[in-house]
């Protein structure tokens, strides 16, 4: 448009006629830039930890909320890579707690059923049979979902009662307690997995470790 205007202005407009084109479409760019920068995310102030199980001291001065799915590959990257640096920073320092909060997506058939498996270990165990067997279906999972396997591990490693266990399977016992842990995301703005919460802040996704480190440190901060 501009070259356009500059030819005009050089063929019959004139110098006078061509600047004032050029200033009109500056005023045009202008009008069109927002006038505003885009807010920033509000800090979440709720505690998001809930009732779940928590990785570490539970008297930690800061809490990662992790919302996950067993079955997302993404979920699976951040216990392989990010949450092992984070333990051994963090967690095993004292200064962190992770609580792990399902979040089972709909295209993940086995998503809802590995994560009241886990809850059903828990409701007979305590937090650290939940992690063992969140442990283990994260380090499984690549193999594919597989869940005889789970209540197999479940019975024989953590001394799990069978029958229980397939009880509370089979009558999907946690339903309404992982709809919750979902409805509380949501509400705290994740829309995928992982997403977690750190002192109020949002991590959306498996962020490199330097991410973690870097919203951890500003909580510790506070």
Request: with cysteine; aromatic share 10%.
């Amino acid at each position: 448009m501009i070259f356009f205007a500059t030819q005009l202005g050089n063929n019959g407009g004139g110098a006078d006629f061509q600047a004032r084109v050029i200033a009109a479409l500056e005023d045009y760019v202008d009008d069109e830039k927002p006038t505003e920068a885009p807010a920033a995310p509000a800090p979440i102030t709720e505690d998001m930890s809930d009732d779940d199980a928590i990785k570490g001291d539970p008297d930690a001065p800061v809490t990662i909320v992790e919302f996950s799915d067993y079955q997302c590959p993404f979920c699976s990257k951040f216990f392989r890579e990010t949450l092992p640096k984070i333990q051994s920073a963090y967690i095993d320092t004292g200064k962190v707690n992770l609580v792990y909060r399902d979040f089972p997506l709909s295209f993940h058939p086995g998503a809802f059923p590995m994560a009241n498996l886990a809850e059903c270990v828990r409701d007979q165990g305590n937090d650290d049979d939940y992690f063992a067997m969140h442990d283990e279906i994260f380090g499984t999972i690549d193999a594919g979902y597989n869940l005889e396997a789970l209540i197999d591990f479940a019975v024989s490693e953590l001394g799990s009662d069978e029958d229980q266990l397939r009880e509370c399977q089979t009558s999907d016992k946690f339903k309404a307690e992982i709809a919750k842990d979902q409805a509380d995301g949501q509400r705290a703005g994740i829309s995928g997995t992982p997403g977690f919460v750190i002192g109020g802040q949002r991590i959306s996704g498996a962020q490199p470790f330097p991410v973690f480190e870097a919203a951890i440190e500003a909580a510790l901060a506070q």
